[in-house]
């Protein structure tokens, strides 16, 4: 598996860089399949991202935008990744771009799981885009080191969907899309900023357990090259 770097000046050269090839990736998905899809991470680096991406001039209605992982909480909730794409990324042009939230006002976070799951099978695989994060613990998507279902959660023989996951790192109960329905989107992207987090990349890009940093899985074994998008 490959991995290419491309480093930006600072993080608005970086959005709009990155908005530049998503917004390429998701246009020719749409000229070619008649729709596109893109799954999307939370946390505090992408909103600058969104911002930019929802200002470029693509057939938004003909595109599906989901979530990477979502904590359990509502969308009324400050620590929700569906406000925060709510609020940065479904404005403008990208308003019209039809939106599957993983979180559902079920029961438990495994029956928002099931729902979420179930609502999200119905967009075509892979995904055009996914663009993951990772935090200063070597996480990526919800698959926290520690976590209840890690294990499961990046055997890339567990079927594509939604899954929840609890860890000491993580706050609230998380709900976050397997391994095997990320890491061969056609367009994989690894979004991150700061000079602690090339720090953190490095240590991930050498020797170690992925349960010690779950971003090993992507950096290890995903099918499509990753795109690594980084400003100081
Ligand atoms: O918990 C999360 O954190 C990561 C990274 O967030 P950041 O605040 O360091 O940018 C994010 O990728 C993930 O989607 C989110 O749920």
Same mark, same amino acid.
């Given at each position: 598996m490959s991995t290419t770097l491309h480093t930006f000046d600072n993080g608005a050269a970086l959005a709009e860089g990155l908005a530049d090839a998503v917004s390429a990736a998701l246009a020719t998905g749409i000229a070619t399949r008649g729709t596109a899809s893109i799954a999307v991470s939370g946390g505090s680096t992408p909103k600058a991202f969104f911002q930019a991406l929802a200002r470029k001039d693509i057939a938004w209605d003909k595109v599906t935008v989901t979530l990477v992982d979502e904590r359990f909480v509502p969308p009324e909730s400050d620590r929700s990744n569906h406000a925060l794409v709510t609020a940065n990324l479904l404005q403008g042009p990208a308003a019209k771009a039809h939106f599957l939230p993983l979180y559902h006002a079920a029961a438990s976070a495994e029956d928002a799981a099931g729902l979420s799951s179930k609502a999200t099978a119905?967009?075509? #695989? =892979? *995904? +055009?885009v996914v663009v993951l994060g990772m935090g200063t +613990? !070597?996480?990526? $998507?919800? *698959?926290? =080191?520690? !976590? #209840?279902?890690l294990s499961r959660a990046i055997d $890339? #023989? #567990? =079927?594509?969907g939604v899954i929840t996951m609890e860890a000491e790192g993580a706050g609230e109960p998380r709900l976050t899309f397997t391994f095997s329905s990320l890491h061969d989107a056609r367009l994989l992207v690894l979004h991150i900023e700061g000079e602690g987090k090339k720090v953190v990349l490095a240590k991930a890009e050498g020797p170690g357990d992925e349960a010690e940093m779950p971003i090993r899985t992507m950096l290890r074994r995903a099918a499509s090259p990753l795109q690594i998008y980084w400003a100081p």
């Amino acid at each position: 598996m490959s991995t290419t770097l491309h480093t930006f000046d600072n993080g608005a050269a970086l959005a709009e860089g990155l908005a530049d090839a998503v917004s390429a990736a998701l246009a020719t998905g749409i000229a070619t399949r008649g729709t596109a899809s893109i799954a999307v991470s939370g946390g505090s680096t992408p909103k600058a991202f969104f911002q930019a991406l929802a200002r470029k001039d693509i057939a938004w209605d003909k595109v599906t935008v989901t979530l990477v992982d979502e904590r359990f909480v509502p969308p009324e909730s400050d620590r929700s990744n569906h406000a925060l794409v709510t609020a940065n990324l479904l404005q403008g042009p990208a308003a019209k771009a039809h939106f599957l939230p993983l979180y559902h006002a079920a029961a438990s976070a495994e029956d928002a799981a099931g729902l979420s799951s179930k609502a999200t099978a119905k967009i075509g #695989t =892979p *995904f +055009d885009v996914v663009v993951l994060g990772m935090g200063t +613990d !070597g996480h990526t $998507a919800s *698959f926290f =080191p520690g !976590g #209840t279902q890690l294990s499961r959660a990046i055997d $890339a #023989t #567990t =079927p594509r969907g939604v899954i929840t996951m609890e860890a000491e790192g993580a706050g609230e109960p998380r709900l976050t899309f397997t391994f095997s329905s990320l890491h061969d989107a056609r367009l994989l992207v690894l979004h991150i900023e700061g000079e602690g987090k090339k720090v953190v990349l490095a240590k991930a890009e050498g020797p170690g357990d992925e349960a010690e940093m779950p971003i090993r899985t992507m950096l290890r074994r995903a099918a499509s090259p990753l795109q690594i998008y980084w400003a100081p």
